[in-house]
């Protein structure tokens, strides 16, 4: 499975932005989906999760209320939309795939097998 993340973009805080992850090579119908991020200087962080029938959501403290996930499996796309956007989300956001069709989701990076290349989101305070 192939993975890129689209819809990055410069905003000012408050503002919002969907993120957009299509998969290829194959179908995330299997998978449970998530959303890292990783700013200039620090490691990269869990964000959100969302299992593979999207009866299961697992949200980072920081994005809690924030930002939702979801997935289109027909399209084989995965969605990161956030909203009332702070400084401190600025970060370039990747989006990974891991094969399990668990309800219980993962927030470490090791449990994650195939990612794709991030976008970048910047927040101008």
């Known amino acids: 499975v192939q993975l890129q993340a689209s819809g990055g973009g410069l905003v000012q805080t408050g503002a919002s932005l969907r993120l957009s992850c299509a998969a290829s090579?194959?179908?995330?119908?299997?998978?449970?989906m998530a959303w890292f991020r990783q700013a200039p200087g620090k490691v990269r962080e869990f964000v959100a999760a969302?299992?593979?029938?999207?009866?299961?959501?697992k949200f980072a403290r920081s994005v809690r209320g924030r930002f939702t996930i979801s997935r289109d499996n027909a399209k084989n796309m995965v969605y990161l939309r956030m909203n009332s956007l702070r400084p401190e989300d600025t970060a370039t956001y990747y989006c990974?795939?891991?094969?399990?069709?668990?309800?219980?989701?993962?927030?470490?990076?090791?449990?994650?097998?195939?990612w794709g290349h991030g976008t970048q989101v910047t927040v101008s305070s």
């Open positions: 990974a795939a891991d094969l399990y069709e668990g309800t219980v989701l993962e927030d470490q990076e090791r449990e994650y097998n195939y």
């Open positions: 969302i299992s593979w029938t999207s009866s299961s959501t």
């Open positions: 090579g194959g179908s995330i119908s299997n998978y449970a």
